[in-house]
T-cell receptor, first 115, second 112 residues
Framework: EAGVVQSPRYKIIEKKQPVAFWCNPI?????LYWYLQNLGQGPELLIR????????DSQLPKDRFSAERLKGVDSTLKIQPAELGDSAVYLC?????????????FGPGTRLTVT | GNSVTQMEGPVTLSEEAFLTINCTYT??????LFWYVQYPGEGLQLLLK?????DKGSNKGFEATYRKETTSFHLEKGSVQVSDSAVYFC???????????FGQGTRLTINP
C-alpha cells in the first residue's frame, strides 16, 4: 500500500513569491492534516479536513495561507506571498477517520526555503 | 493549555547502550500519549502509544509507560542499535480531539 505522497520534496523561492504544496493521502483515508514543522521543533497542526470540509483551520494564517481539498482526496496548501519566516517543513498526514482509534500516517514532507 | 516537553538533544550513545528519552506533558483529563520516530529523509512513523494510565506501549524493543502521577511517558530501550538513529517525538492527543500536540523532538545518534 502506498503511503502519503507529497511533492515537491524541496522548494527554494524568493520572498514575496507564491508557492504550493501537494499531498495525496493514503487511499480511502477521509481525514487529511497539514502540519508545519519549524527547524528543531515538533510539528504543529495548520488545518484538518474531513473529506472535503476544513473542520479545524484555527492555526492557519489566513492572510497568506490557503488550502483546498477538492473531491475529498488530494490537497494543496498555498502560501502567497511567502515570507522568510515561512522556511520550514510542511507535512501532510492522513487517517482513516476521526477518533483515537485511527492512526495518523505522515508523508515525507516538503522542505521550503525562502530567500 | 496542552503541551509536551522532551529532554533536549542531541543524544549520542554507543551501540548496545541503554536508552532513556524523557517526556512530560501538561493536559487536562486523560490524553492519549504517543512516541513518533522520524528517520532521515522519511516521514514521522508511529512507534508506540498508550491510551490510559499505567498502560505500557511497546514496539521494536522500545517501551514507554503512561504515568499519570508524574505526567510522564519516558521512552526506553535496553540495547540500542545503529539503525535506531533518528529523531524521536513525544506527542499527546486530548480526549475527544483529533489534534496531536508534539514535543520539540530529540535527535538520537548511535555510534558503532
Amino acid at each position: 500500500e502506498a503511503g502519503v505522497v507529497q511533492s515537491p520534496r524541496y522548494k527554494i523561492i524568493e520572498k514575496k513569491q507564491p508557492v504550493a504544496f501537494w499531498c495525496n493521502p493514503i487511499s480511502g483515508h477521509n481525514t487529511l492534516y497539514w502540519y508545519l514543522q519549524n527547524l528543531g521543533q515538533g510539528p504543529e497542526l495548520l488545518i484538518r479536513y474531513e473529506n472535503e470540509e476544513a473542520v479545524d483551520d484555527s492555526q492557519l494564517p489566513k492572510d497568506r495561507f490557503s488550502a483546498e481539498r477538492l473531491k475529498g482526496v488530494d490537497s494543496t496548501l498555498k502560501i502567497q506571498p511567502a515570507e522568510l519566516g515561512d522556511s520550514a517543513v510542511y507535512l501532510c498526514a492522513s487517517s482513516l477517520g476521526q477518533g483515537s482509534l485511527y492512526e495518523q500516517y505522515f508523508g515525507p514532507g516538503t522542505r521550503l526555503t525562502v530567500t | 493549555g496542552n503541551s509536551v516537553t522532551q529532554m533536549e538533544g542531541p543524544v549520542t550513545l554507543s551501540e548496545e547502550a541503554f536508552l532513556t528519552i524523557n517526556c512530560t506533558y501538561t493536559a487536562t483529563g486523560y490524553p492519549s500519549l504517543f512516541w513518533y520516530v522520524q528517520y532521515p529523509g522519511e516521514g514521522l512513523q508511529l512507534l508506540l502509544k498508550a491510551t490510559k494510565a499505567d498502560d505500557k506501549g511497546s514496539n521494536k524493543g522500545f517501551e514507554a509507560t503512561y504515568r499519570k502521577e508524574t505526567t510522564s511517558f519516558h521512552l526506553e530501550k535496553g540495547s540500542v542499535q545503529v539503525s535506531d538513529s533518528a529523531v524521536y517525538f513525544c506527542a499527546l492527543r486530548r480526549q475527544g480531539a483529533q489534534k496531536l500536540v508534539f514535543g520539540q523532538g530529540t535527535r538520537l545518534t548511535i555510534n558503532p
